[in-house]
Structure formats: C-alpha cells, structure tokens
C-alpha cells in the first residue's frame, strides 16, 4: 500500500535515513588513505594544501565559491608521452595536451565520486577551458593550479612559467580537487628548484617571449601561441565582419589559417608552439639523454623545432616583430591584432605590464604621471628603468611629464597607437613636461590594432 503522508506519517525514505543514520561512523581519511586514493584514481603524484594557507590566499574566495567550508586542496598531476609532445608535428603534440587533459578530469571526476560514497564533499574545477567565461574580460579562472601545485610539493615554476615536477620534469599537466575535510598532515614546498636554467626553452621559443634573465614577455606568447584560443578567434571573427566579400576574406586569412581555426573549433584550440616544454631536459627522468650528450640532445630536440616553416604571428611594434625575422629565417611573420579587452582603466593599466616591450625600453629611464580625468579621476605612474615597466596606481613624488585623459583617449594611446599630438589637438588630453620622454614610454608598447 502506498505511504501516505497527508496522515501525517514520514517519508519511509527519512525513515530509513533516521535508521542508517545512528549506525553511520565518519569515515576516517589521512594523507596516505588520500593518496592512495589518488594513485588508484590514476594521478602520477599528488599533494595536500590547506586552503589556509597563505601561498595561495588569493584564491580563497573562488575555492569557497567552489565549496563552502572547503580545508584541503588536493593537487595532482598526469604525466605527458615525452617524444609526442616533442614532436615538431604540431597537430600530433597538440592531441597529447589535449588527451592528457582528459585524463586530468578523468581521474578528478573519478576521485570526487570515490570521496562523495565515503561522505566527503569534494568538487573538481577543469584542468583547464571551461572557465567562468561570462566574466571576461575580468578574471575567467575557476582555480589557479601552478601555485597550488607549487605548495603541494609537485615542482617549482621554471623560466618558462610551467611547473617542473621533479621526477616527471615539464612533461605534466595539473589538476585540483577542493575537499571538505582537513588531513593529518599537508605536503611541503619543494625545497629546491628542478629548473637546469639550460636556457633552452630561452632558445625554443619562437618570439623570445622568454628572457635570459627571467622576465617574461606575455604577449608574446600569447598572441602567437594562443592564436587559436580567445584573442585569435576574436580577431578572426573581426576579419570576417570587416570582410567585403569571399575574395576579400580571402586576401585577409590564407585559407590554412581558416582550415587551422575550423580544426581548433572542432577538435579543440591547438597551440602553436609550447616549444618551451618540449626541449626542458628538467626532472630525474627526463635529465639522462640532456647529461650524456647536450650537443645531440640540442640537434635532436630543439633543432627541427627551429628549422621548421611555418608562421608566426606578432604584434605591430613588438619586440618579436623585430628580433623573428632576424633570428629564424625559416619563420613567416604575419603581424595580427590582439584582442584582450579591458572595461576599465585599472585593470587596462595593470594588463601594460603583459605587453610592455622590454627591447624597446633600452636605454630609457622616464616616468610619466597619468590622470584619468572621468574615472574618479584616478592617478597612475608608468615608470620605465633598466628595461622593466612598474605601474604604481597613484601619483608620483616626481615625474618627466604628466598627461591628463579621459579613458578612451588612453585607451587609444596605449592601444591603437593615437599619437600624442592627435590626443592633444583632437580629444582634449593635457601633457606638461618632457614630451619625448612620453612618447618613449608610449612607445613601449605594441599596437593591438592595425586595421
């Protein structure tokens, strides 16, 4: 007979949860019970944060919106076929990262299904894409692995921004699990660095996007490498707008761009390069081939990377629009725009130190005052020396020239190269004092927009 709660009888299924529940112990769960866990999930390695912890404190109020009363971070890594990924067929390499991704959200999915049957709560944000993408052109990012991974002993960052594990090398792709249970024990940092300073990904890398001495050109990177991602396709998407007709299109994308982008879109984004991590000898199985014989593991690794044809892709006035042609001769520069908006000037002038152009700040020692005139106003300093840019949002002591603008205008300065005169004359922008050293700052910079 059917239960009838109109009678005011309960649920048979609270029934038998009132009933279960008096029986039910809290499972117990400890670093080496997680970890095997882990393992048998299918993760290469692991490691244990505490979301106290202060390395990776700016990320609190994402790992809360993930999981309210999340205390542990769970890093994992999955490792990469070496060779696959070394391979100068682009389209081979390009399927190992992406398989290799799945097998990070595999393996996640598989531990939280695993750790929910034990009563855990516990959530696993992407490897990588899908992200928060309604949020841009602000922060997308659901977690940010590197840091993550960094302290939970997996490796340190090397000179090309990828996390090095320390037996695995760059030849690994991260993931993260948030849990709502604190361990017995978290990992430790690792305490030194597996990053060789080899300088080969220094010597890989197609735009120079990585520098001798550590810094790093992000645009560069970006705009080559992630041609096929958001920035690439936005300003495909502008060439077909813009687009008279097929002949038009045409002369605007050679037609293995277009079949490129239709790959990307349909069998996910590819990247252009990852050179970096392809020639990193780093990590205990990885190093052998790099010590015996560093003359040949140059000629078979890096060489073809090098010698092979193919396009390029750089920014107008960047550094790598100069130094590519120059140093590869095998490469085809294609100069596109760059598409990573921002909808305020904070953030737009924070994101000049990603495509601040260190070649062309040699020799400059300038500081130039800003004042956004219809944003609060809001005061910034731009302050280049010894070929780094820092952006301080207030107004200097002391400066060469000051400049008062409106945000479109500065938008248009730093952006679609306005002139400074054109500023003056046409929008109202007021400059005092030394008017060339404003302009080299200016010149700093690439431009996002050639059409």
């Known amino acids: 007979m059917a239960h009838d709660l109109a009678t005011g009888g309960e649920h048979p299924d609270v029934l038998r949860w009132r009933g279960e529940a008096g029986r039910q112990e809290r499972v117990s769960l400890t670093a080496e019970s997680l970890r095997a866990l882990m393992l048998d999930c299918g993760a290469d390695d692991c490691g244990f944060v505490a979301v106290a912890d202060p390395a990776i404190a700016d ?11 999340a205390q542990t971070l769970v890093s994992f890594v999955c490792r990469m076929n070496r060779d696959t990924v070394r391979t100068s067929v682009r389209s081979v390499a390009n399927e190992e990262f992406h398989q290799t991704y799945d097998d990070v959200n595999h393996v996640a999915r598989r531990a939280v299904r695993r750790l929910e049957e034990m009563g855990i709560g516990a959530v696993n944000p992407a490897a990588a894409f899908p992200m928060e993408a309604q949020a841009y052109p602000a922060g997308m990012r659901v977690i940010s692995h590197k840091p993550i991974a960094e302290a939970a002993g997996l490796g340190r960052m090397g000179l090309h921004r990828n996390v090095i594990h320390p037996r695995f090398g ?24 597996p990053c060789l300073d080899c300088k080969l990904c220094v010597a890989a890398c197609p735009v120079e996007a990585i520098g001798m001495d550590g810094t790093f ?3 560069a990177c970006y705009t080559h490498n992630y041609r096929e991602f958001m920035g690439g ?25 277009s079949v490129s982008m239709w790959q990307s879109l349909s ?7 990852a050179y970096c991590l392809s020639v990193c000898p780093a990590g205990s199985d990885v190093l052998g081939p790099y010590m015996e014989d560093k003359v040949e593991y140059r000629k078979r690794i890096l060489d073809p990377l090098l010698a092979k044809p193919e396009t390029v892709y750089v920014l107008k006035n960047s550094d790598a629009e100069e130094s590519v042609p120059k140093r590869l001769k095998t ?3 294609r100069i596109v725009d760059y598409n990573i908006p921002s909808d305020n000037p904070f953030s737009f002038l924070f994101g000049l130190t990603l495509t601040f152009q260190r070649r062309k700040a040699r020799g400059l020692d300038a500081t130039l005052a800003l004042t956004v005139t219809d944003h609060g106003p809001l005061n910034a300093t731009l302050r280049v020396r010894n070929s780094k840019l820092e952006v301080d949002f207030k107004a200097p002591e002391k400066c060469d020239a000051s400049l008062a603008l409106d945000w479109q205008t500065l938008h248009a300065i730093f952006r679609d190269d306005l002139p ?16 060339e050293k404003a302009e080299a700052i200016r010149k700093c910079f690439p431009v996002y927009r050639i059409g």
């Not at 991260?174 to 305490?191: K, M, N, W, Y």
């Open 420 to 435: 400074l005169a054109s500023a003056i004359a046409d929008r109202g922008a007021v400059l005092e004092g030394d008017r």
């Open 267 to 273: 069998f996910k984004p590819g990247y252009n390069a």
């Open 170 to 193: 760059s030849f690994v792709l991260l993931g993260t699990i948030v849990i709502d249970r604190a361990l017995d024990e978290v990992s430790a940092p690792l305490d030194y660095a």
């Open 233 to 257: 396709f936005t300003d495909w998407v502008h060439e077909v707008v813009e687009a008279k007709d097929a002949d038009d299109y045409d002369a605007r994308v050679p037609p293995g761009e």
């Open 59 to 69: 990320q609190q109020a994402w790992i809360s919106a993930l999981l309210p009363n």
């Open 331 to 333: 490469k085809e520069v």
């Open 217 to 219: 050109n992000f645009s």
